[in-house]
């Protein structure tokens, strides 16, 4: 697997604005932010899908992710600050951390509203995800 734009900044090959690191992610502010002070969370080690990372990752960068949060609530006067994951427009899994000043106003740009789907779709949709959980479980 070919480095990412990620693994470069992680490994200072390209710059990058540091807010946090440890021996298992970073945290860098994001280079194109929908809204001030957008960061992102990411492992050190190169894994394309989040739900691929080991246990112990996961939960790390979750944990990290909420230290971030909790931070740019308090430093930027956040309203409430979201969270996505994400891995599409990099392959490098990364949590991208918005601190939302205006709620209203700013949440349609990063998170645009769907359609409302039908009983009878959601209907189909529960059955099929209970269907694959119960093969998880098994």
């Given at each position: 697997m070919?480095?990412?734009i990620f693994t470069k900044i992680i490994n200072r090959e390209i710059p990058g604005h540091f807010i946090y690191e440890d021996e298992h992610c970073v945290a860098i502010l994001d280079k194109f932010?929908?809204?001030?002070?957008?960061?992102?969370?990411?492992?050190?080690?190169?894994?394309d899908y989040a739900f691929d990372l080991d246990d112990d990752t996961y939960?790390?960068?979750?944990?990290?992710a909420k230290?971030?949060?909790k931070a740019s609530d308090s430093a930027l006067n956040a309203e409430r600050t979201c969270?996505?994951?994400?891995?599409?427009?990099v392959p490098h899994v990364h949590i991208k951390i918005y601190p939302m000043q205006d709620t209203?106003?700013?949440?349609?740009?990063?998170?645009?509203?769907?359609?409302?789907?039908?009983d009878a779709e959601l209907a189909i949709?529960?059955?099929?995800?209970i269907a694959a959980i119960d093969d998880l479980d098994d």
């Open positions: 070919a480095a990412s932010p929908a809204v001030k002070g957008q960061s992102l969370v990411i492992p050190k080690e190169h894994v939960v790390h960068l979750f944990k990290t230290k971030i949060a969270l996505v994951v994400e891995g599409f427009d209203q106003k700013a949440l349609g740009a990063i998170m645009p509203a769907g359609e409302e789907a039908s949709v529960a059955t099929q995800l």
